[in-house]
Structures are given as structure tokens and as C-alpha cells.
């Protein structure tokens, strides 16, 4: 387990600096917002803007997560090999696939030689596109992608709008108690902001009390598509880690 755990410890200390660094990012508020009034529906409206691509630093850091995650599984398929007593060769590798059929087709060329009740362990977890564990899938074609050119990111979707005493034109009576400091927390619709330019509107406030003193939260997401599409870039790699983790500990047993 030594190797498998130090993959994995890796993977877990890059996520840790992962966080750091997109919150010393977001710090520098790379995202903005204007508002404008839409001349056909009347209905004020915002526009995001970039002020900064996301750094190649933090793009780099997510890879170094994927990549010991994927590292991790293959230092365990080895193992289970070894533990089945036979040799591991150069297909060896934990077997991931993009659909049931091809797993089925090529699961044991990665995995052959391991014992039969670990292969059926992992079997039942369904490292396939679709399957139960779908999460290695993203895990293994994010990692693939990494190794050609960096992942493709952007400002997520916009969780929540902060509107201090000051940016209302107006009572705050009508809207309810707010945060601390006189501050309320409202619904904004917006689609994936995908480039920049996109619009949202924000729902709870009339329009004629919207102005730009407006505090909008983004982050950084993944916009792959057809992998990760618009979930943060953090709790993405988060989630692949637990997952892995998890695969981790059920297969420890037949080592």
C-alpha cells in the first residue's frame, strides 16, 4: 500500500493548494459585472466580464491532482496482480473504460491475473462511462486530456447576488431582514457563464432598485464537455478523490 498511499496523500495535498490558490485568485476579483437595461423586455440585466483568465499555475495543479488519483488506481492494479501471484506487465493498469461493452471487451487485459474475487470486486464497481463509477471514468478522461493541453475552465454559474444597505435605491423593508451589516442574500438566474458576455438577471429586487454597488460570487469550473460541465473546479476533484479513495478501501482486502 506504501506506493498507493503516497499517490494518494499527494493527490489530497495538491487539492489543499488547489483551494489556496484559487481563493488567492478570486482575491484579485478577475470576474466583473455591469448592468444594462435591455431596450426589448425592460428588465435590468447583468453582463460578466473577464478581467483575468485563470492562471496556468492553478490549471497546473488540477492536472497534478488527476494525475496521482490515475496514478494511484494503476499502482493498485499492479499490486492486485502481484497479490494474485503472477506478474504485472507493461498493459497492466486499472481498467477504465467508456462504455459496459468495452469494459467487458478489455477489462482483462488491464486487470488478468489478479484474483478472481478481486476482479469481481471490481466488476461491481463499474469503472465504465454510465456505470456506478462514472467518477473514474471523468477521472480517467480528464487525466488524458491534461497530458495533450490544459483543461478548460471558466467562471461557474452564479450561486448567490449580495446587496449591501447602500446598493438599493430605496427601503430594504420590502426584502426582508438581511445579513449582517444591513447586506441580503438573493437568487440570481444566470446560465453556465460559459464566455464572456453572457447575461443574468437577478430575481427578489425591481429592477429600479438595482445598481451596481453588487457583490456577485463566481469561482473557477470545469467546462468540458460531455466530462465536467460547469461544476467547480475544486469540488470536482474533490468528489474524484473521495471516489478513488473509496475504491481504494474496498480493494484493499484481496492485497
Known sequence: MTSIDAKLDRAHKHINDLAAAITEFLATHPYRTAFYDDPQTGKRQLQLFFAAETPASILAIGGDVLNNLRSALDHLAWQLIKAGGNTPGAHTGFPIFDAAPKYVAGAKGKIGGARPDAIKA??????????????????????????????????????????????????MAPLGAGAAGGAVDLTVKAPFLLKEGDEFSIEGVPDSQINENVEIACTIALAEPGIVQGKPLSEALEEMFNFTDGVVTTLKPYL
Open 122 to 171: 471490481i466488476d461491481a464497481i463499474q469503472p465504465y462511462q454510465g456505470g456506478n463509477g462514472d467518477a473514474l471514468w471523468r477521472l480517467h478522461a480528464l487525466n488524458n486530456i491534461d497530458k495533450h493541453r490544459d483543461l478548460v475552465t471558466v467562471g461557474a454559474t452564479i450561486a448567490n447576488a449580495r446587496f449591501s444597505q447602500h446598493a438599493l435605491a430605496g427601503s
